[in-house]
């Protein structure tokens, strides 16, 4: 009889755990990034997070690194852009619209980054072409 006792303590601590686990898996699928979104990192901290694929109006916004230097960021629905920087080559800005599958938008002198990432998922790379 205690025998039994013990394994059903077991089977129950057991169901509890599974329970919490499916709690927190399900959370998680709901409150997780399903489609387009923009990553905005300076200095290498994420200063926002942008769902483009919920953008009605386009709208800009500055981010101003630790150094002074400031970028304006373009966003539209489906893409984003850097269209204004201090700093003097501009390459970010000449980057223009990125909106998938694409390399990151960088500016170095001012230490801003924009990543666009599908499903939450960041991208690791980018190949195209023939790597020999």
Request: aromatic share 4%; charged share 20%.
């Amino acid at each position: 009889m205690a025998e039994l006792k013990k394994n059903l303590a077991w089977v129950g601590a057991f169901a509890l755990i599974a329970a919490a686990c499916a709690i927190v898996i399900v959370c998680r699928a709901n409150t997780a990034p399903h489609g387009k979104t923009a990553k905005i990192l300076s200095d290498g901290e994420t200063v926002r997070v942008v769902d483009l694929e919920n953008v009605k109006n386009p709208y800009e916004f500055t981010v101003t690194s630790k150094d002074g230097g400031a970028n304006t960021v373009r966003v539209e629905n489906g893409r984003v852009a850097v269209t204004g920087a201090s700093c003097p080559d501009k390459i970010c800005v000449k980057r223009g619209f990125i909106s998938g599958a694409q390399p990151p938008i960088v500016c170095l002198p001012n230490k801003l980054t924009v990543v666009v990432t599908d499903g939450g998922k960041d991208i690791d790379a980018v190949t195209g072409g023939d790597a020999q």
